[in-house]
């Protein structure tokens, strides 16, 4: 995926729109993510018109961009919650990780502005062989920052993050030290800090129900307008998706092919379709299935069941000892394939 030139994207008044009718169609929640949200300059508008229509507003951001004018304008504008993205808790590997020097100081210091301005912080790290041995810094970090929540997000891999896996898979060792930590904080924290956490695919034997199955719980819109059922989903081959701007939210859900192609269980091949997890896990991950079997249809390869499984237990033992140097994303180039 590309990410959008500024110049493609939708305008503020559409985007208020958008939310009125996301807001109709029985939406709750927005969470205004990117790219980065903050390059916005009418953000405290979109913030604005989300709130106005009623739908609860939370912020994705790496927080680089934010300073005290423009928390305090986001927060008069409404908005309810701030989700803050970290590469570490140690800083020159943050630095490094995320690409852009002095990039960690500028994250904590909006975390204290958010923070001073009486919003409430989720702080979302993004772990992978590189930083999850110092998973106790981070939780350490989260509690420093008054984050009520810390998301441990181990990286999913489609886009660029599947070039860049061999860098970034985790041993099966750091990954159950991970656990254990995690476990052990949940209950020296107990009603200061919620933790998610969620073994990786690539280490697991069922998958997860991606975005909460196709179709059933999210609906993205790109900044320049494509409606789309998971964030990654214009990686997969011969869908079309709606433009917000051209067709009502509404149709879109309820009778768009991109939207009805793999929801709930009809489409399904074997072994999902005869298996009494089918309506729980949904399949798995259609943008992962394709990144590593070449059909979007396929069972997702995070399953055991899967005749492809062996191909993650292979990417983990190749991973291992492999360099840790990044390929970065690039305005306008698509993802290369896995290194
Ligand atoms: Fe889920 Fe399909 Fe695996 Fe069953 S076979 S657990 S439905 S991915
Ligand atoms: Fe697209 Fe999982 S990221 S279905």
Not at 29 to 47: F, I, K, M, N, W
Request: aromatic share 6%; glycine share 8%.
């Amino acid at each position: 995926m590309a990410l959008a030139r500024p110049g493609e994207e939708m305008d503020t008044a559409a985007w208020a729109r958008v939310f009125r009718e996301a807001a109709a169609l029985g939406v709750l929640q927005v969470h205004l993510s990117g790219g980065e949200p903050t390059a916005r300059r009418d953000l405290p508008e979109l913030v604005r018109a989300a709130s106005e229509a009623g739908l609860y507003t939370n912020l994705i951001t790496a927080g680089v961009l934010l300073d005290a004018a423009k928390v305090e304008a986001l927060a008069a504008a409404g908005l309810d919650h701030v989700q803050l993205s970290v590469q570490d808790a140690a800083p020159a590997s943050a630095d490094r990780i995320g690409g852009l020097a002095g990039g960690h100081a500028r994250k904590l210091e909006a975390a204290r502005l958010v923070r001073a301005a009486g919003l409430p912080l989720t702080l979302n790290a993004v772990v992978h062989r590189q930083n999850l041995d110092r998973l106790p810094d981070l939780i350490a970090l989260a509690l420093a920052l008054g984050a009520g929540r810390l998301e441990v997000a181990h990286v999913q891999y489609y886009g660029w993050a599947l070039a860049n896996r061999a860098a970034l898979l985790p041993t099966r060792a750091q990954l159950d030290a991970a656990t254990a930590t995690v476990g052990a904080a949940r209950a020296a924290h107990r009603g200061r800090l919620v933790i998610d956490y969620v073994i990786p695919d690539y280490h697991a034997r069922r998958p997860k129900a991606c975005m909460g199955g196709w179709g059933r719980r999210v609906l993205a819109v790109t900044p320049a307008g494509k409606a789309l059922p998971c964030h990654a989903a214009e990686s997969l081959p011969g869908l079309a998706f709606p433009d917000v701007r051209e067709v009502p939210l509404a149709e879109i859900w309820h009778r768009s092919e991109a939207f009805n192609r793999f929801r709930g269980t009809a489409w399904m091949p074997e072994p999902c379709r005869s298996c009494d997890r089918r309506a729980v896990d949904f399949g798995g991950c259609r943008c992962q299935a394709f990144a590593l079997t070449g059909d979007a249809a396929a069972t997702d390869p995070a399953c055991e069941l899967s005749p492809h499984h062996a191909l993650l237990d292979l990417a983990v033992r190749e991973a291992a000892g492999a360099e840790e140097g990044f390929t970065y994303r690039e305005m306008g180039r698509a993802a290369p394939p896995p290194r």
